[in-house]
């Protein structure tokens, strides 16, 4: 007769024996239950399957039910349905106009005035062709009202994604009170974009009603300090392909404008500013101005605006 002690050994020991066999017999009605892969075809064996099957006509498209190919072909010529939706529209207008200088400049030289200065340029059409207008000048207001401006209207077309190809005419003029006042209307010839890096360049050939040529070049260049405070250098170059008398004009590099200016950004389309500008004559026309008693180089404090449209 068993013990009690003994007796619980006893079923510890079957238990230990008996519960992985049932398991093991479960696993195994389990696994018998899944789908093998033993009798699939190989790659080999489904390509044989598939050698005696024509590939798919790719010469002759589907057609839609009912209709031969020439149908199909007289559909797509004729004119859409009334009921059919407009297409997405490639001729819109558009139209933009930026203020990129708008700023009062007060020189270095006390005997000198102080003036308004302004640059500016907008155009209107699509994406390839435009009418551009370009302005440029400065006015001075203190004393004897005097001043000059230089006025592009241009026909622009886009010729890379980049760059423009401008002509049109210019009108340009300076004045010293109503007694004292010229004009001329000059011939242009342009191309402007943006090069590599992000550099925005602007060159003009001008031909005037005279025949005077000459050419200015400008770059300018955008440094984002943070993302509303920006720092714009900007070189300006002239040049003259001939002395123009009239004009106190020597041959060659004639002037050179060098501009710093540190805006911030309130939105986008405006912003306030404040710069320095160096200008300088060169060449011949600093000898013309030397010779006149002018000054050749000065230095003004800008502050302004830059808006747009």
Do not use: C
Not at 110 to 131: C, M, P, V
Not at 160 to 181: C, H, K, L, R, S
């Amino acid at each position: 007769m068993l013990t009690p002690n003994l007796r619980l050994l006893a079923m510890i020991a079957m238990t230990v024996v008996l519960v992985p066999s049932a398991a093991h017999a479960q696993n195994k009605h389990d696994m018998s239950d899944m789908p093998s892969t033993a009798n699939r075809p190989d790659h080999q064996h489904s390509a044989q399957q598939h050698e005696g099957t024509p590939p798919p006509d790719l010469e002759i498209p589907p057609l839609p039910a009912g209709m031969t190919l020439e149908e199909v072909f007289d559909y797509s010529n004729s004119e859409p349905p009334s009921d059919f939706p407009d297409p997405v529209p490639d001729d819109q207008l558009f139209a933009f106009a930026l203020f990129d200088q708008l700023e009062y400049r007060v020189p270095d030289d006390d005997d000198a005035r102080d003036r308004l200065g302004w640059e500016a340029e907008g155009w209107i059409g699509g994406d390839i062709n435009k009418f551009w207008w370009k302005s440029e000048g400065e006015a001075i207001f203190e004393g004897t009202d005097e001043g000059e401006s230089e006025n592009d209207f241009l026909y622009s077309r886009l010729i890379t994604p980049f760059w423009n190809v401008q002509t049109g005419v210019q009108y340009a003029n300076e004045w010293i009170t109503n007694d004292d006042y010229n004009d001329r209307w000059s011939y242009v010839l342009g191309l402007q974009g943006m090069a590599p890096y992000q550099f925005e360049l602007d060159n003009s050939l001008y031909v005037s009603e005279d025949g005077d040529v000459t050419f200015e070049t400008e770059g300018e260049y955008d440094v984002r300090i943070t993302q509303r405070l920006v720092l714009q250098p900007r070189v300006g170059l002239t040049f003259s392909a001939q002395t123009i008398s009239e004009r106190n004009l020597g041959s060659g590099l004639t002037e050179a404008d060098f501009d710093l200016r540190l805006r911030y950004e309130i939105k986008r389309e405006l912003a306030p500013y404040v710069g320095l500008r160096y200008h300088s004559l060169v060449g011949e026309t600093e000898n013309i101005a030397e010779a006149a008693g002018e000054r050749t180089e000065q230095w003004l404090f800008l502050a302004g605006l830059r808006l747009a449209f």
